[in-house]
Nanobody
Framework: QVQLVESGGGLVQPGGSLRLSCAAS????????MGWYRQAPGKQRDLVAT???????NYADSVKGRFTISRDNAKNTVYLQMNSLKPEDTAVYYC?????????????WGQGTQVTVSS
């Protein structure tokens, strides 16, 4: 059984910063891409950023220059450093990982962590 556990969400004022973490645990043989997605109320879940096992990153245009994704392969953990936060960044943020847990790679999701940007 594989689990993704997120932490680091909360309430922050506009212009502030937060750092999200997501740790994968369980029967893990290998992890390919890891990433962060977000879903605002009444909207679809959208990509925020992804990172390959080799460290290549991809960002949504709306967060480029403000957010940084990174990972620690030894700890099976992915991070999202969020700076210069805006009210429109308010959403539930979900961790995602493509994990080899047996014979095939499976797409796993975390439970989500709320990020609220408000004064």
């Amino acid at each position: 059984q594989v689990q993704l556990v997120e932490s680091g969400g909360g309430l922050v004022q506009p212009g502030g910063s937060l750092r999200l973490s997501c740790a994968a645990s369980g029967s893990i043989f290998s992890i390919n891409d890891m990433g962060w997605y977000r879903q605002a109320p009444g909207k679809q879940r959208d990509l925020v950023a992804t990172i390959t096992s080799g460290g290549r990153t991809n960002y949504a245009d709306s967060v480029k220059g403000r957010f940084t994704i990174s990972r620690d392969n030894a700890k099976n953990t992915v991070y999202l450093q969020m700076n210069s936060l805006k009210p429109e960044d308010t959403a539930v943020y979900y961790c995602n990982a493509d994990i080899l847990d047996g014979l095939a790679y499976v797409d796993y999701w975390g439970q989500g962590t709320q990020v609220t940007v408000s004064s």
